[in-house]
């Protein structure tokens, strides 16, 4: 049986037997990868280094018969050492990396390769907030699935004003207008950027943007827990 080369990350990794570990990849051209990787929790394992949480590698597998396949070889990348440096970064990128797991199915489009990746470069730098790289991480998967709200127009369909104030409407995926409203156009703009095609490391440059996330944060995580199995 051929030997297979892809690029992945870990999502997560299940202890099998007395040395061996099931390891599920995430892939840009393969999909999800389920690996047995044999004797691998051996001090001396060849494969252990290259199968690091919070990592990309290059890795050679085996189809299998059924669900699972062979791992092969395991080459380390790039380990983005800064996470497990500290707790809060850790638990993050741990909740990245479910949250992406639990809303894709086999399959994933290659972008959501990238997503993970870009996501885990953003907490490897320490400047970069961990709420700001949440909701982004939360608005690109939304993004991914097809969901971004409406942020052009209202309810009503008429041109989101600079001196109106919002609330956000589920039902139809846009903002209408109240009094009462929390939202203004700075909020808006703010996720304009987090559902766009900008970078944690871009968005902490943008003035003003950290400042307002507590406010779009609820509107972002009931979006994800609404639409996505996440």
């Not at 590698?57 to 050492?81: C, D, P, Q, V, W």
């Not at 709420?131 to 097809?146: C, E, H, P, S, V």
């Not at 939202?183 to 902490?204: D, E, M, V, Y």
Request: proline share 3%.
């Amino acid at each position: 049986m051929k030997q297979l080369l892809t690029t992945g990350i870990v999502l997560s990794r299940t202890d099998y037997g007395e040395a061996d570990r099931i390891v599920t990849l995430l892939t840009p051209d393969q999909g999800k990868l389920r690996l047995m990787a044999r004797g691998v929790r051996k001090i001396k394992s060849r494969l252990a280094g290259g199968i690091e949480l919070f990592s990309v590698s290059e890795i050679g597998f085996m189809n299998g018969r059924g669900e699972i396949g062979t791992l092969i070889s395991a080459r380390l990348i790039k380990h983005y050492g800064t996470i497990i440096q500290d707790i809060d970064r850790v638990q993050q990128g741990y909740a990245l990396i479910k949250m992406l797991h639990r809303a894709t199915e086999d399959q994933p489009e290659p972008d959501y390769f990238e997503l993970l990746r870009h996501g885990l470069a953003a907490l490897d730098d320490r400047d970069i907030e961990l709420d700001l790289i949440g909701l982004w991480f939360q608005a690109q998967l939304l993004r991914l699935a097809g969901h971004t709200p409406n942020l052009r127009t209202d309810t009503a369909e008429q041109s989101l004003a600079a001196d109106q104030r919002y609330v956000f409407d589920f039902d139809s995926v846009a903002f209408a207008p109240r009094e009462e409203g929390v939202c203004t156009a700075a909020h808006i703009k703010t996720l304009r950027l987090l559902f766009g095609n900008h970078s944690p490391q871009t968005l902490k440059q943008v003035q003003g943007t950290t400042q307002l996330l507590p406010d779009i944060a609820p509107l972002i995580t009931t979006m994800r827990s609404t639409y996505l199995r996440a």
